[in-house]
């Protein structure tokens, strides 16, 4: 038997296991048709992402390039937890009041397992409350006093109905109302009252 012969069944598996791209890669956004969110952990693989909802039912979904798609969510509270499936992060539990507007309700960041800052004081530095008009976008300052951080970023949410939220804490006011933003950095938790005008 040829050694071209020998190795073509090794060959075939590698090529079908493959699929020509990457597995840890590419999440699954399941059957969720909304984009809720973003997360991401210290690598590219995927998130784990599930939430149990103020019904008591369940939803387990994968990121797809670092977004969370969820199918709708009934209003009241909601309990998210975030995991990478190569765990190299340490898991996060985010508990949001969902109300009817769920597209981009958070971005969440997860540390590095392992990864020990020491966090005193978190706050954010905007005006509160942050009064904007339906349209309109505005920087969330967060700021922290503390040491041993190695490249976190703060996961925020926000709760109300009023906006969504942009990549790197931009908030985007989109219905009239009063709301509430929320930043956690290593378990330190703060808010920002919102109000959005017409």
Request: charged letters at 15%; hydrophobic letters at 40%.
């Amino acid at each position: 038997m040829s050694t071209f012969h020998r190795f073509l069944p090794i060959l075939f598996v590698f090529a079908v296991g493959c699929g020509g791209s990457s597995p840890t890669l590419s999440g699954s956004r399941g059957d969720g048709s909304i984009p809720v969110g973003r997360a991401k952990g210290r690598t590219l693989t995927p998130l784990e992402v599930a939430v149990v909802a103020s019904d008591g039912s369940t939803h387990t979904t994968q990121t797809v390039q670092g977004e969370v798609y969820l199918p709708a969510l009934p209003a009241g509270s909601a309990r998210f937890s975030f995991e990478p499936l190569d765990r190299s992060s340490a898991p996060k539990f985010i508990d949001i009041l969902v109300t009817n507007n769920q597209e981009q309700i958070f971005d969440v960041d997860l540390a590095a397992r392992g990864e020990s800052a020491q966090i005193t004081r978190v706050w954010f530095a905007n005006s509160n409350p942050l009064v904007l008009r339906v349209g309109s976008n505005a920087k969330l300052f967060f700021r922290y006093e503390g040491t041993g951080v190695q490249g976190t970023a703060p996961s925020y949410w926000i709760e109300g109905g009023v906006g969504s939220l942009n990549p790197g804490g931009v908030f985007r006011a989109v219905t009239p109302g009063s709301g509430k933003v929320y930043g956690d950095f290593f378990g330190m938790t703060t808010s920002l009252d919102i109000v959005v005008t017409e």
